[in-house]
Nanobody, 123 residues
């Protein structure tokens, strides 16, 4: 089992920045690929970014490339999502996810999920 707890979400103005954190506990964090997803009201959960076990490989949703950066600190069992130039359409509940097989861009590819943290971008 892997337990995931997100933090860092809040209300921010358009053009602002946020860094989300996802703290993991349980099994060996470095054995898991990590992902970030988001879900806006009335919409399906969508992929945002993913990172491999070592942190050497990443994947991003096209609309966040150049604005969002996923990173991980295996010593701290934490994965981050740095977000800049935020837009109202980035408003959603952001959740981190983990799986031993990295690189999935759909929710089905992840076995472990956090509860999510709300990000609201005001216009």
């Amino acid at each position: 089992q892997v337990q995931l707890v997100e933090s860092g979400g809040r209300l921010v103005q358009t053009g602002g920045s946020l860094r989300l954190s996802c703290a993991a506990s349980g099994r060996t964090f470095r054995d898991y690929g990590m992902g970030w997803f988001r879900q806006a009201p009335g919409k399906e959960r969508e992929f945002v970014a993913a990172m491999s076990w070592s942190g050497g490989s990443t994947i991003y949703k096209d609309s966040v490339k150049g604005r969002f950066t996923i990173s991980r600190d295996n010593a701290k069992n934490t994965v981050y999502l740095q977000m800049i130039s935020l837009k109202p359409e980035d408003t959603a509940v952001y959740s981190c996810a983990a799986d031993r097989v990295w690189g999935a861009t759909t929710p089905k590819g992840y076995n472990y999920w956090g509860q999510g943290t709300q990000v609201t971008v005001s216009s």
